[in-house]
């Protein structure tokens, strides 16, 4: 390998190392803004994420739940059973296996997700406006490389 192929490398890693902080920061950045737009302030990220997994893939065990969101069962026993009290939730044991309880949306949660999602593509839709259009074609664009690069 000659100097200049070294130096290349280097400038290609470099670039590349520069390129993956900035996309984190921004990612992380917009993520927080994302958020921040909820039809529940008091409501936390996992609480919402287990009310999201309900509604994208009906009931659920809670070693299901535990697994899908890499926590002890502990732990998500305590965030279902917060859910539960706030209505947003149920517990039915199975029509199966009576020793197993799978864990329901409520009406009240779906409206929750609902009521949740809306304000943050409002409040995204928002935010692109103030793009020009080329700027919003770029991003779509770069939303299909962000779900390539989180699917990897």
Not at 25 to 29: D, H, L, V
């Given at each position: 390998m000659d100097a200049t192929n070294s130096a290349d490398d280097t400038d290609t890693a470099e670039s590349t190392a520069e390129t993956a902080q900035a996309f984190r920061?921004?990612?992380?950045?917009l993520a927080r803004r994302l958020r921040a737009q909820?039809?529940?302030d008091t409501m936390s990220d996992g609480q919402f994420a287990v009310l999201v997994a309900?509604?994208?893939d009906g009931p659920h065990t809670l070693g299901e739940l535990a697994a899908r969101?890499?926590?002890t069962a502990p732990s998500m026993n305590r965030t279902v059973n917060c859910l539960e009290e706030s209505g947003w939730l149920t517990r039915t044991?199975?029509?199966?296996?009576?020793?197993k309880v799978n864990i329901e949306l409520t009406d009240e949660g779906l409206?929750?997700?609902t009521e949740t999602v809306r304000r943050r593509d409002a409040w995204l839709e928002s935010a692109l406006t103030g793009l020009e259009p080329a700027e919003r074609e770029l991003l779509a664009a770069a939303s299909v490389l962000?779900?390539?690069v989180a699917d990897s």
């Open positions: 920061m921004a990612t992380f950045r909820r039809a529940v309900l509604k994208k969101e890499r926590v044991p199975d029509e199966v296996d009576r020793r409206a929750v997700v962000m779900r390539k």
